[in-house]
């Protein structure tokens, strides 16, 4: 469903902040699936003039932790600091 509503707003999108869940511990065996998430979420929006940039939101800043979504207070917490991140981010800085 991420990729859906990316790709339904992708002409006004400037930031993407994803939330990740924490990877089972099989997963990490092909490479971390929230750090493929994002270079796909860069390749597929590359074309764009003003292409999108991808902020992975994660508690200690690393993409292998995530959170809990069976757990109301941890996505309470994520939507909340996403949202920080958002109105704190200066859209005007150029990406890397």
Known sequence: MPVEAVAHHIETLKVVVAIFSMPEPWLLA?????IR???MMRRLTQYKSD????VPLTLDRTLESGIDFSDPNQILSA???AKHILLEEDLSTPRK
Request: proline share 13%; with cysteine; glycine share 6%.
């Open 30 to 34: 092909n490479g971390n699936p929230n």
């Open 37 to 39: 998430f994002c270079e």
């Open 51 to 54: 292409p999108l940039r991808v």
């Open 79 to 81: 939507v909340e600091s």
